[in-house]
């Protein structure tokens, strides 16, 4: 057994999305103060820290330097520039300020202010560290970039650095001047700061969370519940006359909500009582139709085997109609003690006017065969009367055959149906015989009469188009091929056990498709003349 999904409220929901916004807003504000933040500090510390390597490179001479890298000698003038170094280091609280020459693969140092036990004396040389590599391509050119480098590492610690060209008396870069800058005291400030104006942020979003969440609970929940409630109310009394009535006064969508659900009650109870006036109609359509129905199975011959006491024959028949009633029927019937009329018709159309139509075309096809005894005289009468009152202008095609039953003379006409399948030789094959036109389709026609010659064990089929033309989910006919072919997988078999082979065959093709046309099939198998009928030879 499931168990049941809890749902959230409406309020929840609302809650929910409201903290959810709140938590949106306090995330996105801090990551834009801290950008913002980091930006400015960012800047600060790239002024202070070039407003030093521009005093010092513009402040100390190139040539000098020079001739410091080449004799690596130390004289007043190198002693007085890293005094003013020094100075300026301890003034400014700076890390680090010294001024070296780049080669290749490694630095080669002329100055540094510290004066710590670390400090890289005059033509101290160590190699490239990243860092070093970066600074040196965007500062050690005549066009420099000035964009301070911010480093955190075990070495040198959390550091913003810059570097400034000095040049020599021809214009060319000598050395670097570079200052490191420690940053612990901004990321102090900058964690402080963000704290500060995170706490507030999130004092106003929780104020104004309580703020929306009770507007919103007075403006939008609360009516919608009223609608819920009023909604379920309708559901239980939609079998009583009690309607429900909403009375809100939002002045926005859920007035007019509320507007429409009314107007929606009074329209479902109008709907309910139209919906049981065509109930009640419904039941009596399918109440008179299941009576028509009943009324045209029992038009047809129904109970097997139809004739027990004659065994020069063996018969079956069966109709499937796609609707309640069909347009299609079978008849057999003996005009006299030798004479067995077979009739298969198919009337134009479907359901109801088709069901009138083959009722009337059966009786006179029934009757005017007993009267005639010729099929197509007989169906010359059947479509002269029928043309006479025909203002449907609907036609029936006909199939029908007269047997005697002494001798298997089988006397055919065919008034626009199916060719029919005879079994000679102990094979199902189709007989093409000559068509007329349609009985009801025009008057004065004549039809065309031709006789086939049962042998013992012969069988004749005969059917309307809603087998050949039985159509699966492809669209693709189930044809006369494939019909013969069913009949043929065992001839010999029984009228019934044939008509079977071809239903399966049929559903088998078909599969889930719908049936758009009736179904009807009729078998005979010829099993001789009545030898116990027959006077022996000599008697008179």
């Not at 969440?213 to 403006?219: A, C, D, N, P, W």
Request: negative net charge.
């Amino acid at each position: 057994m499931k168990t049941k999904k809890k749902k959230m409220t409406l309020t929840a929901k609302a809650l929910l999305s409201l903290l959810l916004f709140v938590v949106l807003i306090v995330v996105f504000s801090g990551l834009g103060i801290i950008l913002n933040c980091y930006g400015e500090v960012k800047e600060n510390y790239r002024i202070m820290t070039f407003s030093h390597t521009h005093t010092a490179a513009e402040y100390i001479d190139g040539d000098a330097i020079k001739r410091y890298y080449e004799t690596n000698e130390k004289d007043d003038y190198y002693y007085t520039i890293l005094k003013y170094l020094r100075a300026a280091k301890e003034q400014s609280d700076l890390k680090y300020f010294y001024v070296y020459v780049p080669l290749e693969d490694e630095i080669v140092y002329i100055w540094d202010a510290d004066n710590s036990v670390n400090t890289c004396d005059l033509g101290y040389r160590e190699p490239h560290n990243e860092y070093g590599l970066q600074v040196l391509k965007q500062a050690f050119r005549k066009d420099p970039v000035e964009e301070i480098v911010i480093t955190n590492n075990d070495v040198y610690g959390f550091t913003a650095s810059a570097c400034s060209p000095i040049f020599d008396s021809t214009g060319e870069p000598i050395a670097l001047v570079a200052v490191d800058m420690e940053m612990e005291r901004f990321t102090n400030t900058l964690v402080n700061y963000i704290l500060s104006v995170v706490s507030i942020v999130i004092i106003i979003s929780v104020l104004s969370l309580f703020v929306l969440y009770f507007v919103m609970r007075r403006s939008i929940i609360r009516p919608i519940e009223v609608i819920n409630n009023s909604a379920k109310k309708m559901v239980d009394n939609l079998e009583s006359n009690e309607s429900t009535h909403i009375e809100m006064h939002t002045g926005d969508e859920l007035e007019e909500l509320a507007g429409s659900f009314n107007q929606m009650d009074l329209e479902v109870r109008e709907f309910l009582k139209r919906l049981a006036s065509m109930t009640a109609e419904r039941e009596r359509v399918v109440a008179e139709l299941s009576l028509a129905t009943n009324i045209q199975t029992s038009m047809l011959p129904n109970i097997f085997p139809a004739f027990p006491n004659r065994p020069e024959f063996d018969i079956y028949a069966s109709m499937k109609p796609a609707k309640e009633v069909g347009g299609d029927f079978y008849d057999f019937f003996f005009i006299d003690e030798k004479h067995l009329a077979l009739v298969i018709a198919d009337v134009s159309g479907k359901g109801v006017p088709a069901a009138l139509f083959m009722m009337s075309s059966k009786i006179l096809i029934n009757t005017l065969t007993m009267m005639i005894h010729s099929p197509a005289r007989t169906l010359e009468r059947v479509n002269e009367q029928i043309c006479m009152n025909n203002v449907s202008n609907m036609f029936v095609t006909v199939w029908l055959g007269i047997l005697d039953v002494d001798t298997g003379k089988l006397g055919c006409s065919d008034a626009g149906h199916e060719y029919p399948a005879v079994k000679q030789n102990g094979k199902f094959e189709l007989i093409h015989d000559k068509h007329g036109i349609a009985v009801g389709a025009s008057n004065k026609v004549k039809y065309t009469e031709y006789e086939l010659q049962l042998q013992k064990g012969d069988s004749i089929f005969v059917y309307t188009d809603g087998v050949a033309e039985a159509t699966n989910a492809n669209e693709e006919l189930f044809g006369t091929e494939r019909t013969v072919d069913a009949l043929n997988i065992s001839p010999d078999a029984s009228p019934k056990e044939i008509l079977t082979n071809v239903h399966t065959s049929v559903n088998s093709f078909v599969k889930e498709a719908p049936q758009f046309d009736d179904l009807t099939m009729l078998c005979l198998t010829y099993c001789g003349p009545d030898e116990s009928q027959q006077k022996p030879e000599g008697n008179e």
